[in-house]
C-alpha cells in the first residue's frame, strides 16, 4: 500500500498514525469485542473516550473552564443557523466581515433570522486582502461580532483579531483550528467543522462562552440549542459517536506532536517554504496580500490555464491528489493541514519546479 | 480476537464483514492512497459511492422513482424539527400517535412548532399495546399523521399501518428500517437515524414524496430544508462521508444476505424464538401484547429484581454485551438488529436458561 500525498480543502488527509490505530481497533476495541461505532453512547467504554477527547481539546487549546466545549453533529452550516437563533432575537443587531465564500454563507444565512450589518469586506479586491480592524463600522449594540479566520477557498487568513470591546467575538475556525495557538478567551464563541484539522466531516465543534447561551429564541429546533448541548454533555441525543473517537484520536496525536506550538512551527514552514517558491516563480502566482496568506490553504494559478488539466494530471500520476481549486476559483489548491508532512510539501514544490521547466 | 454478541439498543452491532471490509480500506480504498473520509465529497470516488449507496437502497427498499431519498446529518431527533418546518405552517394541525418514549420526544418537539393532536395513545397500560387505528382521533386536515412503527425502548411494533386518506403518514422508522420489506408508497415521508440497521450514528435518511417538499417555512435552518437537500443530493455542505460509506457497504451486504424478504425471515425467525423462550419462563416476563412485540427490541424483566446485576455480570463474561434496559423502564433489552446473528440469540437464551435454573 502506498499512501498518496492528499491536498483535498476537506474532507481533508488524516495522520497516517490516527488511520492505522482506528483500522487495528476496527472489530475490537481494546479487548472488548466490539467497535467504537458499535458502543452505547452512555456505556462506560464510550463515555471515557468521549471525555478524553474534550479534556484533551481543552489542553491543547487552553480552554478556559468557563467556557462550553460541544460536540455537535453536522458542519459548520448547521451553526451559520444555530449562531443568531442561539444569540440573537429576530431583530437583534450582527454584525459579520466578508472576507469570502464562507463569510458570505454566513452572512447569507443569519440574514434570515437577525439584522445583519456587513461591516466590512475585501470583495473589491476579490478578497486578497482582511480589512484592517480600526476601519470596520460595528456596532456597539451588536449581539456579536463574527469573522472567519481563514478562508479555505480564497486561502487567506487574519494575522491579528480586532479588539471587539464588549461585543462577543465569533469565529468560524473550520480550516485552521488545531494549527497554531490561539486565546480562546478573546473569543465569544469558536466554532469548526471536523474535516480539516479534527476528523471525519458530520462532526462540529462549538468551543462558547457559558455566559453567552441558555437564551435561544422560542422555536428554535432543540438539537440546535447550544444550552440543551452543554447541559446534556453534548448527549442530548446520539452524538456522531464515531467521529467523535477518531477527533480524539487526532487529539493524542497533535500532543505527541508537541502540541499547538509545535504544530505551528511546522505549518508555517510547510506553508513559507511553498509561498516563497510561488513568489520566486515566473510561472505560478498566488493572488493574496502576504501579510494575509493561509497557514492551511494555498491557492496558485499557473501562467497559463490551458496547462491545468495536464498539470493535475502529472501530479495524480505521482500521489500528489486533490489540487484543483475550487469551482468558484479556478486555478489549483494546495490544502496542507496539520496531517500533511513536510515531505508532501517538498514532494509538491519539486513537480511544480519540474512542470514549470518542463511547460513553463 | 474475539468478537462479543452485542445486544446493544444503539448505537448498534454493524455486520462482521461490513467491519472487516472498512478496515481493510481503512488507510486506501481500492488503491487510490487514501481513506474514504479523506476524500472529496465532490470527487468521483466519493460521488461513486455515495450514488451506489443510494441505488441500493432505492433497490432494496423498492422506493418509488417520485420520492427523494436524502442522507442527512445528525439524528432522528433533528427531524423532530425539521419534519414540521418542511411539512407545516406554525398553526397547522399536525396528528400524532403516542406509543412510548420515542413518539413522546417526536410528540414534544413538534408542539412548539405546529398545532399538535395526541390522536391516540396507550401510554395507559404503560405502551403495552399499540392503539386500534380505528379509534384513532385524526383531523382531515392535517398536515401529516406521525407513526412510531418500532418504539425502541418499549420493544413494542405496529403489525399494520392505518389508512390515512389524503393526509401524509409519516414514520420515525429508527430502530426497525430494513429488518423487513415496506411498502414506501403507503407512506409521506420514512425517517431513520442510522445507528440502528443502517451504520454507524450521524447520519439519518429521510425517504420523502417530492411533493410535500418545497414549502418549508421562512427561518427554517437551510440545513434543514428537505428542498436544498434534495436539489443538492444531500451535498449542500460536506456530507458525513465516512458514514455514508458505511451505511453503502451495509446496503451491499444486505443484499448479499438475500434482501429484506430474507432479513425479515431470520428477524422473525430469531424473535420468536427469544419471545417463545420468555413466555415458556415463570421466572421472565415481557410486558407486550403478543401481536404488537418488536422483533427489534425485545425486553424482558426477571422474577426477581435484585438479580438484574448478577444477571448482566454473567452475561458479559460471557461475551453477551448491553442487555441492561433502558433507564426510564429498566430490566433487560436485548436488541437483535439485522446484524445479530441467530447463533447471538441462541448463546443468549442458553444463558437464559442457565440462569433461571441456578438462580430462579
Known amino acids: 500500500m502506498t499512501r498518496a500525498y492528499n491536498f483535498c480543502a476537506g474532507p481533508a488527509a488524516l495522520p497516517a498514525e490516527v488511520l492505522e490505530q482506528a483500522r487495528d481497533e476496527m472489530l475490537d476495541w481494546q479487548g472488548r469485542g466490539l467497535s467504537v461505532m458499535e458502543m452505547s453512547h452512555r456505556g462506560e467504554a464510550f463515555m471515557g473516550i468521549a471525555e478524553q477527547a474534550e479534556k484533551d481539546l481543552r489542553e491543547l487549546m487552553n480552554i478556559p473552564d468557563d467556557y462550553a ?23 437583534d443587531p450582527v454584525d459579520y466581515v466578508n472576507t469570502g465564500v464562507w463569510s458570505r454563507k454566513a452572512i447569507a444565512e443569519a440574514a434570515r433570522m437577525a439584522d445583519v450589518k456587513e461591516v466590512a469586506s475585501s470583495e473589491a479586491d476579490g478578497y486578497a486582502h482582511v480589512p484592517d480592524p480600526s476601519q470596520w463600522q460595528t456596532r456597539d449594540n451588536a449581539r456579536y461580532l463574527h469573522i472567519t479566520p481563514n478562508e479555505t477557498i480564497g486561502g487567506l487568513a487574519y494575522n491579528r483579531f480586532p479588539e471587539a470591546g464588549n461585543v462577543p467575538l465569533v469565529a468560524d475556525w473550520s480550516s485552521a483550528i488545531l494549527s497554531e495557538p490561539v486565546d480562546v478567551s478573546r473569543f465569544g464563541m469558536i466554532y469548526a467543522g471536523a474535516q480539516k484539522n479534527i476528523g471525519p466531516a458530520g462532526l462540529t465543534l462549538v468551543i462558547v462562552r457559558r455566559d453567552l447561551i441558555g437564551n435561544a429564541r422560542e422555536g428554535t429546533p432543540v438539537m440546535m440549542d447550544y444550552a440543551v ?99 468558484s476559483v479556478g486555478g489549483m489548491r494546495a490544502s496542507i493541514y496539520n496531517a500533511m508532512p513536510e515531505e508532501g510539501v517538498d514532494a509538491l514544490i519539486d513537480y511544480m519546479a519540474g512542470f514549470e521547466k518542463e511547460k513553463g
Request: proline letters at 6%; hydrophobic letters at 40%; charged letters at 20%.
Open 229 to 327: 448541548a452543554d447541559k446534556a454533555d453534548s448527549m442530548y441525543n446520539t452524538p456522531p459517536t464515531y467521529a467523535w473517537y477518531l477527533a480524539g484520536l487526532v487529539f493524542q496525536w497533535l500532543k505527541r506532536q508537541g502540541g499547538l506550538e509545535a504544530m505551528a512551527e511546522r505549518n508555517r514552514r510547510k506553508a513559507s517554504k511553498l509561498y516563497s517558491f510561488i513568489d520566486e516563480s515566473a510561472f505560478y502566482a498566488n493572488p493574496v496580500n502576504p501579510e494575509n496568506r493561509s497557514l492551511m490553504n494555498v491557492p496558485f494559478t499557473l501562467a497559463d490555464d490551458s496547462l491545468n488539466a495536464a498539470f493535475l494530471e502529472g501530479a495524480e500520476a505521482r500521489g500528489l491528489l486533490n489540487l484543483k481549486g475550487h469551482r
Open 69 to 91: 466545549v460541544l460536540f455537535l453533529q453536522g458542519g459548520a452550516s448547521s451553526q451559520f443557523s444555530a449562531l443568531p437563533l442561539n444569540l440573537a432575537g429576530p431583530n
